[in-house]
Every structure is written in C-alpha cells, then in structure tokens.
C-alpha cells in the first residue's frame, strides 16, 4: 500500500503495518515520516529497537537472524534497515522477500529507510512483495508552485499564520531545502507571539535566502515559461559552486530534446508518442511542460538558442568572448519565453573578437 506522507498520521492510527518503507530524498519530510512511525511503534508497547546498517560488505542474514532471534526483554522490536542509496542486490532481494512471507506472523516492526529509489527497484519482485504487505511512503520533494501552500500549514504548527504573500516569500527563499524553511518558522516564532500574523514584510526582515537548486529545477523552470525562477536560479547554482558546463549541459540536453519532440511532431505524430519515442522516454507528468514550451518557441528559435548553446561552451573553454553567466542567464530566460540580451544580440554568435578574423 502506498501512503503519502500528510497522510502517515491517519494510517497509523488505523493500523500499525507490520512492513513500512521510507524512500526519498527530501530530508524534512523523510526524518518526521520515520520519527512518526516510530512514535506509533511505541505507543502499541514496541520498546525494542534494533538498527541494521547496509553499507559495503553488510551481511544480509543478519535480517534474518534478526527476526527469527527471541528477545530476553520485549515480545516485539522494532527493526530499523537503513538502506540508504544502496541497491540490495540479489541476496538482499531474497532476504527481504523472505523477511515479507513471514511477516504476518511476526509481532516484530520492520522499518526500511530509504533514498530515492529509480523505477526498476519499484517494480522489482522484492519491492512489490514487501509493499504488498506493508506501506511505503514516497517522499517527494514538493512542487515550488505548491510549496507556499506548505510554508502556510507549517506556519500554524508553531502558532503563526502567515499572509499569502509571506507565506510566497518564505517560500521563494526556502525552495529546495524544507528544513531551513521549518527553521526559519520556529525562528519567527519565537520572536514573535503566539497566533501572530506576518506579512511579507516581516517575513522579509526575519529570514535570509536559503534556497537550494539543482540543474532539474532549472530546466523545469524553463519549460514552465517561469521566466524570473530560471534567471534566479542561474544565479543560485553559481552561487551553490555549481560549475558552468553542468549548467549548459543541463539547458542543451533540453534544447534538444524539443527539437526532437518538435521533429517528431511535424513527422505528422502526436506529442504522447513524440515523447514516447525519447530515449529516455519524457514521463507522462511532464509532458504538458514540453507542450507549452513548444506553443511559445518556434523551430527557428529553437534553432538559435541551440547555436547559443554551443558558443556558451566555446567561451567556457576560452575560444568565444562571452560572459558565462550572464550568457548562460540568457539562455534560460530566452528558453523560458523571454528575451535575453545577449541571446539577441548579434555579437553573441560571433566565435573570435571583432578584428580577429
């Protein structure tokens, strides 16, 4: 069975699952998803705790031996198997679907601690017998557009209600890290009263940016036409230290891939099968994103910005008098429905310095 995190609390208070699964990467969510879990264990009278660690060399019968072992103190434990980003492999396959057959008949706790796992493991035979007889509860990082609803409820655990436009604020200079946001609202609160309510200007004055952006954030960004985002998040990832070529092999790879779609499209099919046909395939939920970017950029566009692109690599390796950043800015905001300046300019496109050839 699977259950979102806003929803752990009232599954657990159903029922305590002999099998929970934790899997994600967002560190907030996944810490407090494990913590309840083991809050409830503990109510229902489950004192032990025991903590298998799979790292390099681990021994996968140590689960087995673990539930099949007798307690001198407690008639049931809780098992925690830290999993983190690694694969179980064929022995750890057959370990857990085993540990999954007998678990009906165990009064024991299993709690699996993951990172973010890739499709083949959730449809792995392993993973669908454990999630068969217990939950996993994906954690996913939330979406920017849904986050300030987020940064609003959490506001309420600690007493505070934020207005709408504080509550984008935090929102804004939180992105990509909850934990600094959850930071930031027991800082508020404590500096301002109970049931207070903010305004952006309070917010403002309180909390300083803690965004967090990755590569992915910034092409999504672009084929959403969210034109400040992807100028800002340029800004972030060079602030972050992210280096450039990852930067403009993330909107290249992009690029190409609406040329692709775009050229499939004008072969006479349609966007699902144009996207159908990638390699890798673009999953269905982002398919509008490449829909919309292709109504606002048309092939001779698309074209150019590609072009843009390479002399973007050519001034990072010194052959193209470009600025970097501010280049690689433009390139964002152009893809994202703008106009940059420099992906306007004529100069941009030029490979040596005028009077140099």
């Known amino acids: 069975m699977r259950v979102y995190p806003d929803k752990l609390s009232e599954q657990l208070a159903r029922k305590l699952s002999p099998i929970y699964i934790v899997a994600g990467e967002e560190p907030l969510l996944h810490m407090e ?5 083991r809050h409830r264990a503990r109510e229902a009278g489950v004192e032990e705790r025991e903590i298998l660690q799979v790292e390099q060399g681990f021994g996968w019968h140590q689960l087995m031996e673990s539930a099949n072992s007798l307690s001198l103190f407690a008639t049931s434990r809780l098992i925690e198997l830290r999993l983190g980003s690694q694969s179980p492999g064929q022995e750890g396959a057959r370990a857990l679907e085993a540990y999954a057959q007998q678990a009906d008949s165990s009064s024991d706790i299993l709690l699996i601690s993951a990172g973010r796992m890739e499709r083949r493991l959730l449809q792995s035979k392993w993973f ?4 068969s007889k217990g939950v996993h509860v994906p954690v996913w990082p939330i979406d920017h557009q849904r986050l300030h609803f987020w940064v609003r409820d959490r506001a309420g655990r600690h007493g505070l209600e934020l207005d709408q436009e504080a509550a984008r604020l935090l929102a804004e200079r939180t992105e990509g890290n ?7 609202l027991i800082r508020l609160a404590l500096v301002h009263p109970a049931g207070a309510r903010l305004n952006a200007q309070a917010v403002a004055a309180d909390t300083e940016d803690s965004a967090r952006f990755d590569v992915f954030n910034l092409t999504d960004a672009c084929l959403r036409g969210e034109r400040d985002r992807a100028v800002r998040i340029v800004s972030g990832l060079r602030e972050e230290g992210i280096e450039a070529p990852v930067v403009l092999w993330a909107l290249t790879r992009e690029l190409r891939t609406l040329l692709s779609v775009r050229q499939h499209m004008d072969q006479g099919q349609s966007l699902e099968h144009a996207c159908k046909a990638q390699r890798p395939m673009i ?12 109504k606002r950029l048309p092939l001779k566009r698309l074209h150019k910005l590609l072009l843009l692109s390479q002399r973007i690599d050519q001034a990072i390796k010194g052959a193209a008098p470009l600025p970097t950043w501010a280049s690689l800015a433009d390139l964002a905001l152009t893809l994202a429905g703008g106009r940059g300046m ?3 300019m004529a100069d941009s496109y030029r490979t040596t310095l005028p009077g140099r050839g």
Do not use: G, H, N, V
Not at 33 to 37: E, G, L, M, Q
Not at 128 to 131: D, I
Not at 178 to 184: E, G, I, K, N, S
Not at 283 to 294: F, H, I, N, S, T
């Open 283 to 294: 999953p269905e939920k982002r398919r509008p994103q490449y829909q919309q970017a292709l």
């Open 178 to 184: 909850l934990l600094a946001a959850d930071q930031a």
């Open 342 to 344: 420099l992906a306007e």
């Open 128 to 131: 669908k017998t454990l999630e």
């Open 33 to 37: 998803a494990c913590d309840a879990i």
